[in-house]
């Protein structure tokens, strides 16, 4: 079916993406901002980051030395504009998370020309509950993840047009992600491999930059912007950083990464994540007058049919060999992998987090790779997926629940609870 054609049939279908970004961004950010005050106390792992944010403001004895500054810096930047309320501690992770919203729509749109599969992969960013739980807490994965989904949309941007600014902007923004949470450094090397594999199967891509030039710059950009993100702690008049701390520092997080930690109620191991087995409750107790929670979960026809898309695009590479069904595929799976080989002793669904977003791209790319069987089940998907948000929502943000056994209402499985 032409495109034409496909407009007549859909009228709602816009010419223009830049409007359509900007619009998808303020819905995503004004749905983000919605009691996102509520509970006006630290919730799970906000009372690590807000307290180590609260030192750059200070310029006092650095906290949370087990993770690179950037998103704790981040935080301190909400603090410092709006103040040291539970709304400054999460705005800035309102923002991450639209922008990692956007992020999705463009990469979509890049890798299939297409506006409607771009739209479609918004709009199931905002539904697919992961962004909106943690882009309203303070923590570090939201700005990680922020910066990882930009830096791939510029890549993409980059593979079509060249420019050696827009690689360095993409090489910042990684180094930026990795500044986050050590969790990101794995894509510099991924974003390299695919440069190289892409650029071989076809020159035309990414023009005017040359293999060996375009991966020193990348590994040196990287590189540059993460050590760039400690230089405040140089000037902390209580224990500030030196030079000669600075790889020292480095080595002492990486112990505190591998280290052997005691068991947690919420842990759980990697295969795990992608069948929806162990959320976690991030908030669940009576707070001002009601009970309330915030459950960490993936919505569960995103999560699950996610991986049906992931299995297509395989498959659908096998048979066409369209590089935008490996890309989606691989996206994926090696986000998934990095967990399979990286030395932790401890896991937790919330690592899942930039996974569950490239669940979207592949469910965008396998609809949109089979657009003219499969018709209008995008829609259908999109809209059984809007349903599902609306009966989660009061489980997601805090919203007053009927009692201390609520929880039994989006409970599903034993394993939820």
Excluded at 38 to 54: C, G, N, Q, T
Excluded at 104 to 110: D, G, K, S
Excluded at 395 to 415: I, N, Q
Aim: net charge positive.
């Amino acid at each position: 079916m032409s495109e034409t054609i496909r407009r007549t049939v859909n009228p709602w279908l816009p010419r223009k993406p830049l409007p359509v970004a900007i619009l998808l961004g303020a819905v995503a950010e004004a749905l983000f901002l919605v009691r996102v005050g509520m509970p006006h106390k630290m919730v799970f792992d906000e009372i690590y980051y807000v307290p180590a944010a609260r030192t750059f403001l200070a310029q006092s004895r650095l906290l949370n030395v087990e993770h690179p500054p950037l998103a704790k810096e981040l935080i301190a930047l909400g603090i410092r504009l709006l103040g040291d309320s539970p709304l400054g501690w999460r705005f800035m992770s309102t923002l991450a998370g639209t922008a990692t919203v956007v992020a999705v729509f463009a990469i979509v749109q890049l890798m299939t020309g297409r506006l409607r599969a771009a739209l479609i992969a918004g709009a199931l960013a905002i539904l697919n509950f992961t962004i909106f739980v943690q882009a309203r807490i303070a923590t570090l994965d939201v700005f990680m993840a922020a910066f990882l989904t930009v830096a791939i949309a510029v890549i993409a941007w980059t593979m079509k047009s060249g420019g050696w600014g827009k690689w360095i902007a993409a090489s910042v923004l990684l180094g930026a992600a990795t500044a986050c949470k050590w969790a990101a450094a794995p894509y510099v090397a991924f974003a390299a491999l695919a440069f190289l594999l892409l650029k071989r199967g076809d020159p035309r891509r990414w023009p005017g930059l040359r293999p060996l030039p375009a991966l020193a710059l990348l590994g040196a950009v990287s590189i540059a912007t993460y050590f760039a993100t400690f230089l405040p702690i140089f000037h902390f008049s209580a224990d500030p950083l030196t030079r000669q701390g600075l790889l020292p520092l480095q080595k002492y997080m990486y112990e505190q990464q591998v280290q052997v930690l005691p068991s947690h109620i919420y842990q759980s191991s990697w295969w795990s994540w992608p069948l929806l087995i162990r959320p976690i409750w991030y908030l669940y107790e009576s707070i001002e007058g009601a009970q309330r929670g915030v459950l960490m979960i993936g919505n569960p026809l995103i999560m699950w049919g996610g991986l049906i898309a992931v299995a297509a695009c395989l498959w659908g590479w096998l048979t066409s060999r369209s590089p935008r069904l490996l890309a989606a595929f691989a996206l994926w799976t090696a986000s998934v992998a990095i967990f399979a080989i990286i030395p932790k002793s401890l896991g937790f669904y919330y690592y899942y987090y930039p996974s569950s977003i490239f669940l979207v791209i592949a469910i965008a790319a396998a609809f949109d790779h089979w657009r003219d069987r499969l018709g209008r089940w995008d829609e259908g998907f999109t809209l059984a997926a809007l349903v599902l948000a609306l009966y989660f929502f009061p489980a997601l943000s805090a919203m007053p629940l009927d009692g201390p056994k609520a929880f039994h209402h989006w409970t599903w499985l034993p394993s939820w609870v």
